[in-house]
């Protein structure tokens, strides 16, 4: 007789077959009554560098375990190349993972920890598998030494080599450069995607980390409370978000009250505290009639009361500088807004243009093309906090 579970299989079987990648279908995970995985559908296509982006606790790396096999999932299913790999055992699922602590084995050397999975399973070619795997991170001359001898990079190579010599179908990467410091993890950043274009496996990279996964990934799905807020490429993700949440972890977003005046052809007008701004159309994700004006303060010009600033069509005046920052590539200016809010502003330092001091009066500008408008109904402070880590 069949259980509800191999029914439940059977019924996905069909349409699953034909995606060659992972699919992850109505997958939900529950440890009690807290809900960390809820009713998630996602497709990764094969071959793709895929980043699961979200804060501690929105569910990412609950799900990477659920692929894995470390965790099982509550209700829904998995499927990988066609297979139902739902509860399959860790061993048996053509994947592998590496974590933070790269977890390699101390008493070996790096071409006895680059060789265990082959040796383990009796393949043939071993010295052949291991020299391209290692020429392929760049450790050729380091294979007799121990970890320990190693820098938290090469060990982060190691780590990597030891996965993909076993050619997995998907390799999970957990949070894979936490332990780096910022300049050696700019640089696996950029490591970690030649790497993946090389090899043309699919890499799923969970991260908390905006800039990492905005460096490396194709696709990025940026999760929240269990649940994927919005999927797509980084720049769409940046320039176009749909959510508060999306809006300020991913990067920084002024976000300003307004209410919709009209809509026109392929722009929304928009009452912002007494002043008339536009949204395109394509832009615009309220559905009443208030609505957050959002702009990225790099898209704010400055400039002195009155001065005709070259971002057309959104004007606004009365500003007075707050703060001021100096961080060398730009200068971030706090400015206190007529109505009591104040905005951000990034100024590039390309020594076109003088640096404001607190107190001047200023006006701001930006062109209606880089605004986006969102549902009034959403939390302004959303994903705020978690993204400034």
Not at 196 to 201: A, D, F, H, N, P
Not at 301 to 330: H, K
Not at 331 to 343: A, D, I, K, N, S
Request: glycine share 10%; with cysteine.
């Amino acid at each position: 007789m069949s259980s509800s579970a191999d029914v439940a299989q059977e019924r996905r079987a069909p349409a699953r077959a034909s995606f060659d990648g992972l699919r992850l279908e109505n997958l939900t995970k529950s440890f009690g009554a807290f809900t960390a995985v809820d009713d998630l559908d996602l497709d990764v296509p094969r071959g793709s560098f895929f980043a699961l982006l979200g804060p501690s606790g929105c569910g990412k790396t609950t799900t990477l375990r659920m692929v894995a096999g470390l965790e099982t999932p509550t209700s829904g299913g998995i499927t990988l190349a066609g297979q139902d790999i739902t509860y399959a055992k860790p061993y048996k699922r053509p994947v592998n993972t590496v974590f933070q602590n790269y977890a390699l084995f101390p008493h070996l050397d790096i071409y006895e920890n680059v060789a265990f999975g082959l040796k383990r399973r009796k393949a043939g070619n071993v010295d052949a598998q291991v020299k391209e795997m290692l020429s392929l991170v760049e450790l050729d001359s380091q294979t007799r030494k121990r970890p320990a001898q190693l820098s938290g990079g090469q060990q982060q190579r190691v780590a990597l080599a030891r996965a993909l010599i076993n050619k997995p179908e998907v390799l999970l990467l957990d949070e894979p450069l936490g332990a780096l410091d910022l300049k050696l993890r700019r640089n696996m950043q950029i490591e970690l995607k030649r790497i993946q274009t090389e090899v043309g496996l699919t890499f799923i990279h969970v991260t908390h980390d905006q800039e990492e996964a905005m460096t490396m990934a194709d696709t990025v799905a940026v999760m929240n409370a269990g649940v994927i807020e919005q999927m797509g490429a980084p720049e769409e993700l940046y320039e176009n978000p749909r959510t508060t949440f999306v809006a300020n972890f991913l990067g920084q977003s002024n976000l300003i009250e307004g209410t919709i005046k009209g809509r026109s052809g392929d722009l929304v007008t928009v009452d912002m505290h007494g002043i008339d701004v536009s949204v395109p159309a394509a832009r615009s994700h309220a559905d009443g009639d208030k609505g957050w004006i959002g702009i990225r303060p790099e898209k704010v010009l400055i400039g002195d009361p009155g001065e005709q600033l070259d971002a057309p069509g959104n004007s606004v005046p009365g500003g007075v500088v707050s703060d001021v920052s100096f961080v060398g590539v730009s200068t971030q200016y706090l400015v206190r807004m007529p109505w009591g809010q104040e905005l951000q502003v990034f100024a590039q330092n390309t020594g076109h243009r003088r640096i404001y001091r607190s107190g001047e009066q200023v006006d701001l500008s930006w062109r209606p093309d880089y605004a986006f408008l969102l549902d009034a109904s959403q939390d302004a402070r959303a994903g705020a906090q978690e993204g400034t880590d």
